[in-house]
């Protein structure tokens, strides 16, 4: 890796050093910007769609990018569940649990295509840490899943309120 930067450079290092020590809090404060509604037709996974890597290793490394990405489409989700308590038109209500419909399809379609990904990768010869490894990222997209899961849940259950309910929650 080269980065020409110094101050790059830290920010990367300091990053690095922060993934080591707290791998869900890099996860969660790396993101920025929403998915286009063409971004969500065009769902395909980026960076183990071409199969195996030549090695297990750079296979796993490919799946923890994968599982970072499906990491961050969890998270745009739940900011888009808060954005639907505030949102006063129905048009705009209806747009964006649309919208989540389509994020927690999405996360579905995810996490099988990563855990088929993971159980590929596993056949191979792997070290007792790899298999560990695997196994952690197996549970993580399991709770991402159920997190895209809840998401859409709360979101139905807020169109229920604003269709059937005349009063507010407060």
Request: hydrophobic share 35%; charged share 30%; with cysteine.
């Amino acid at each position: 890796l080269e980065i020409s930067d110094p101050a790059k450079y830290k920010m990367y290092k300091d990053h690095i050093e922060l993934e080591r020590v707290f791998p869900l809090y890099c996860m969660c404060t790396t993101f920025s910007g929403n998915y286009s509604d063409a971004e969500l037709k065009e769902y395909r996974l980026k960076f183990i769609s071409a199969g195996l890597l030549s090695t297990a290793e750079l296979s796993i490394l490919q799946a923890k990018k994968e599982i970072n990405s499906f990491a961050e489409r969890c998270y745009r989700m739940f900011g888009l569940v808060g954005d639907l308590l505030s949102t006063e038109k129905d048009a705009d209500f209806n747009k964006l649990f649309s919208r989540i419909g389509k994020y927690e399809a999405i996360t579905d379609r995810m996490e099988v295509e990563i855990a088929n990904y993971l159980n590929k990768v596993s056949e191979g010869r792997l070290s007792d840490e790899s298999k560990a490894g695997i196994q952690k990222m197996l549970r993580q997209i399991d709770d991402l899943e159920s997190i895209g899961d809840s998401c859409y849940n709360l979101a139905r259950t807020l169109h229920r309120h604003r269709e059937y309910a005349k009063e507010s929650f407060t």
